[in-house]
């Protein structure tokens, strides 16, 4: 699509601006929280030290914004291979000749200055990366995304607390436990959001049964009810890959939990305190989620089932780009852009529900879903095959909604995650689904 009117495009570059800008105060925030030691360190096997981090965030914005769309001289071409995410895995980016803290800083605010010249200089219409600024878009969604991995790398790391944030609101639980999404077609995906990825695309028409969903996330109470009832200990409600994996990892709660007598205690970056029975549990698995629900009677949703809840609006049929509708979230709608340092108790945004009454289907905690990650019917991919298509396959599952860490650039009722089933350290957690029966569909 092509701006209507030249006042349109300087809105549209005053809004990547302010999109840059906010993603940018992030990263310092959750850099500078730390010393330069912390910043070259690897808290975990699974993560980058935070320093390849922002330097990575800095050369994505390069290869994309100064040279693709500006057309500009590399700020620093030798070290693309140090920071291209295919070439090194995760456990072993410590041992690579990486920039120093200071050297990232400088990186990173070079290419920012000559980011925000290309910004105010280039058309943005003429092609399909620059119409309505997709790679502004997409460079902006990209940081965020690694703003979230860092908070995760926080949540990792040992030592006193670094990061603060206000307390979450009040929930309110739900009346309904479940509400009944009516069968029938429905759109999925999105041929329209300007700023959507590749895996979004393009809209297509899905037929779901009815079903029903909880109105809520699976809770850290009832969680431990799971826990207290031998769930870990009973391969009934295993799967043979969850089973075999629960026994390899020696699984017996969340992440992050730890045994305090006949309760729990949780440690939630550097602050050990009881774990709060009204939150969306958090740090699990896709097995455990699968497991939980199989205990419980239940299964988890879907991905096309979770999107109908999340989008469909049953009064006009059509899907909308949020569950409580097309405006962008506000504070009262959701938990989202690191606001709070974890999930909110069920119930906690009710303006945020969906039509059917479905409760934080956007933000707390990504949701797993029932679902391997692959492309949808005349998927195509860009700009680049490596942001999606690689990861197709049965061996990664999709999640929905984004978490507490996910920024609302980041989040919208077609965005799509995708992890091993085995991740734990994200923000995961899950809420259940079952099948209609013939009465209950009415």
């Known amino acids: 699509m092509t701006m209507p009117e030249a006042v349109t495009v300087e809105a549209m570059r005053d809004k990547v601006a302010a999109q840059l800008r906010r993603a940018r105060d992030r990263s310092t925030t959750l850099t500078e929280a730390v010393d330069e030691d912390d910043l070259v360190r690897q808290h975990s096997k699974l993560m980058s030290p935070l320093v390849w981090d922002l330097a990575h965030i800095g050369n994505q914005e390069e290869l994309w914004l100064v040279r693709d769309v500006g057309g500009r001289e590399p700020v620093r071409r030798d070290i693309d291979e140090l920071y291209d995410a295919f070439q090194h895995p995760r456990a072993n980016r410590p041992q690579l000749p990486l920039l120093s803290p200071t050297e990232a800083r400088t990186y990173v605010r070079e290419v920012r200055d000559k980011v925000l010249d290309v910004l105010d200089r280039v058309r943005l219409e003429g092609r399909p990366l620059v119409d309505n600024a997709f790679a502004f878009g997409m460079i902006a969604q990209h940081e965020q995304q690694h703003d979230e991995t860092m908070l995760a790398t926080h949540q990792l790391r040992t030592g006193p607390p670094v990061l603060a944030a206000a307390p979450t609101p009040p929930g309110a639980r739900p009346a309904a436990p479940e509400v009944l999404v009516p069968g029938g077609p429905f759109t999925m995906g999105t041929s329209t959001e300007p700023w959507a990825l590749d895996n979004e695309r393009p809209a297509h028409q899905v037929h779901v049964e009815p079903f029903f969903i909880d109105t809520t996330p699976v809770t850290n109470g009832a969680y431990a009810e799971f826990i207290a009832a031998g769930g870990y200990d009973d391969p009934r409600w295993w799967s043979r890959d969850g089973w ?192 209609a029966s013939r009465e209950e569909r009415g």
């Open 244 to 435: 075999a994996h629960r026994n390899r990892a020696n699984l017996t709660a969340p992440r992050f939990w730890l045994r305090d007598g006949d309760g729990w205690l949780r440690d939630q970056f550097g602050v050990v305190g009881p774990i709060a029975a009204g939150e969306p549990v958090v740090h699990v698995c896709f097995y455990e989620a699968q497991a939980y629900a199989a205990w419980a009677g239940r299964r988890l949703p879907t991905e096309a089932e979770w999107e109908k809840a999340a989008r469909f609006d049953p009064a006009t049929g059509r899907s909308r780009r949020f569950p409580w509708g097309d405006e962008d979230p506000g504070p009262e709608h959701a938990n989202l852009g690191q606001r709070h340092l974890g999930p909110a108790e069920v119930g906690a945004y009710p303006a945020g529900a969906s039509p059917l009454g479905v409760h934080q289907l956007i933000g707390d905690v990504w949701e797993w879903t029932g679902s391997d990650f692959h492309g949808y019917p005349g998927f195509a991919p860009f700009p680049y095959r490596e942001y999606s298509e690689v990861f197709f396959g049965p061996e990664y599952k999709v999640l929905r909604g984004g978490s507490f860490g996910t920024d609302p650039v980041a989040c919208r009722g077609t965005f799509r995650n995708w992890d091993y089933p085995i991740r734990r350290q994200i923000f995961a957690g899950f809420r259940c689904a079952r099948d």
